[in-house]
Each structure stands twice: as C-alpha cells, then as structure tokens.
C-alpha cells in the first residue's frame, strides 16, 4: 500500500504492541510501551519530508471533507531489515537488510472523507510504482526494484477492517526477480500482509494524526 510508505503508514484503531503486552492488558495489568526506536539523521529528515503530506491527510480525516485538493506527494521511507521481518511474520522470507523506498503517493479526497463519514466503504486505489533500493545483508551493490500496486481497502464505521495489496509487474536484477516475483505471488493468493495494511492504516489514522493535530489547518484560526 503507497500509504504504508508514509511514516510506516497507511490509515489502526486499536493499540499497537506485542501480543505479550496485549495479554497482559486483557489480564488487567498495565503494559509497557515498545521503546521507539532512534531514527538515523537520515530517517529524521525522511520523515520531515513527509510531514506536510501526512498533515494534508490527517486533516482530511478529521474535517471528513471531500470538497477540496487531492493529495500528491513525493514519499521518501526507509524500511529497516528486521520491522520488515517481523511484518512478514516468517511467512515470507526477507533475505536483505534495509529497503529505501520512494513512491509518488496519490489519494483522491472525496474516497479518504467518505471512508471516515460512510457506514461502509470501499476505497480502490489505481495502480501505483513503488522504487525500492535493497541493502544486501554481506556488503555488495544494493538492488534497485521497481514494483506496482493497486491497494484495496475497506472501511467500517472509520476504521479499516480489510486490506489487499494486489502487486502487480515487478522489475527486478535477474538474481533477485524470482524472490520477489514469488512473495508478491503468495501475497495475492494468501493476502499474508493484509492484516499488517490494516494496523498500519488504523495506526495512522489515530496516533500518527495524533501527533500532528495542533497542526492540521482545520484547527488553526482563520
């Protein structure tokens, strides 16, 4: 999901955590927040970058409205090696280390208020590039891989409830093409990182927006 690439992005009601932190809250103890990582100088500047962008879209969900300009931004995000691990969950191997990807990120207005103000909504992204460098684990050039998709997403009452990426034609180094080729393939089939589109688009929506909401345009006076 294009989304995903704004600071670990995409639209995730609900709490993020271990599921270890997650029992001990449904035992009735309180849980200790994940420590947030320290972003490199260059993972600070990716993620000012990306500011203005999530500002504009975070104050589409808050206003809920449809009338006014589209969002297009240049998206810059870099993925550690082992967050791209864990989201894989060892369904899919990820044989690299860090992934730099870059994307231009557009999002029609009217379809991002109407899956915050409907009961029900779907929305269906057009297709979409995705340029990723790939950081071998050994030292060696990097991989550049360029893939599209077309993400799906389905709200309920303001939350996203299902996900499906759909990857679509991939270029890749001969070395790498058929890896890559394979884990889009079970993706499509089996939708293994829907669930992850999904906590990752709530998340967004409420403690990313969270973060800038002293900032949105909606709350400042005219």
Known sequence: ??????????????????????????????????????????????????????????????????????????????????????????????????????????????PLAKAMSEASYVIAMPSQKVRCTLAQKDKGEPYVVEIAMAPKVTFKDGKASEATINWGEAQAPLLVYPLVYAATGLDNQTNVLGPEVVRMVNEFATKKCAGVKSELPSNKPN
């Open 1 to 110: 999901l294009a989304l995903l690439i704004v600071d670990r992005a995409g639209f995730a009601a609900g709490e993020t955590g271990t599921p270890a932190e997650a029992n001990k809250a449904a035992a009735g103890a309180t849980p200790t927040p994940a420590k947030e990582p320290e972003l490199t100088p260059e993972e600070k500047a990716e993620k000012e970058a990306r500011k203005a962008c999530k500002i504009k879209i975070c104050d589409i969900l808050a206003t809920k409205d449809a009338t006014g300009d589209d969002v297009a931004c240049d998206i810059v995000k870099t993925w550690r090696g082992e967050d791209i691990a864990k989201m894989l969950g060892g369904k899919i191997d990820w044989p690299w280390g860090n992934a730099v990807c870059q994307s231009k990120l557009e999002l029609q207005r009217a």
